[in-house]
């Protein structure tokens, strides 16, 4: 399996990556994790837009979910007829009812390009076994892990400090977990993880490789790597187009 970072800019777009998004790739078949904010130009960088088997949706922040509005777009009006291949999204419940709402669809839906499906605990998409687990968060929100090729990579999604997310992502091979916050600062409750927690959970989890994403333009990746360094010391931080085979 291979990991591709698309973007993992925390909360909104930064100057340098788009919001979260993660192209997974095992045996020919490929999946996106997370379609956040200007994903969608780069992942055109990285992949054929139009080869992608499936998108799994952690919950529906737009930092996470709203290139799936301009995705439909790609397929709807692409030149040389209507896609015959629906895209199956995997998300909350009300996935379908906010794309709509979003794009300010009036009579219609995307139901002819984007195949939405409610996410549940666990469902396969071609080699990709998928296993999800709600995490604390405003909104419904999952940790999602995915089994290919004899590797395991556990994404927490948004999340706030959870007990299971460790006891969720053991041995995986990669971890990659959010570190929004900070230690130093005053952070709201339930929401993100600081890196030392990212960290200090991916070693709970006896994961291999941990590798920090999330990451919020108001912080410097220098605090951030130096804050998770100090609980795990190869810890390391996403950017966009970091590749890691596992
Ligand atoms: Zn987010
Ligand atoms: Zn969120």
New binding site residues.
């Given amino acids: 399996m291979r990991l591709t970072v698309i973007g993992c800019a925390g909360s909104y777009p930064g100057p340098d990556s788009p919001a979260s998004c993660y192209l997974l790739e095992s045996d020919g078949s490929r999946i996106v994790l997370d379609m956040g904010n200007g994903s969608l130009g780069a992942l055109q960088a990285v992949t054929d837009i139009y080869d992608i088997d499936a998108v799994v949706l952690s919950?529906l922040?737009v930092?996470?979910f709203i290139d799936l509005t301009s995705y439909y777009v790609a397929l709807k009006y692409r030149p040389g007829g209507h896609p015959t291949r629906r895209v199956p999204v995997w998300g909350p419940a009300a996935t379908s009812q906010r794309l709509v709402a979003a794009y300010g669809l009036t009579g219609s839906d995307m139901s002819g390009e984007l195949d939405v499906r409610e996410i549940t605990e666990d469902f396969q998409v071609g080699p990709f076994r998928i296993t999800t687990r709600r995490v604390p968060?405003p909104i419904e929100?999952r940790a999602i892990r995915v089994a290919a090729g004899g590797a395991t990579l556990t994404y927490s999604g948004?999340t706030g400090p959870h007990p299971e997310l460790a006891d969720f992502a053991r041995g995986s091979d990669v971890a990659l977990f959010e570190a929004s916050f900070l230690s130093r600062d005053d952070n709201p409750r339930d929401l993100h993880l600081t890196a030392a927690e990212a960290a200090a959970a991916a070693t709970q989890a006896g994961a291999d490789r941990v590798v920090l994403t999330h990451l919020v333009p108001w912080n410097s990746r220098a605090d951030t790597l130096a804050e998770a360094r100090a609980v795990r010391s190869d810890a390391e931080l996403a950017h966009p187009g970091l590749v890691v085979d596992l």
């Fill in positions: 919950h922040h930092d996470h968060h929100a948004d």
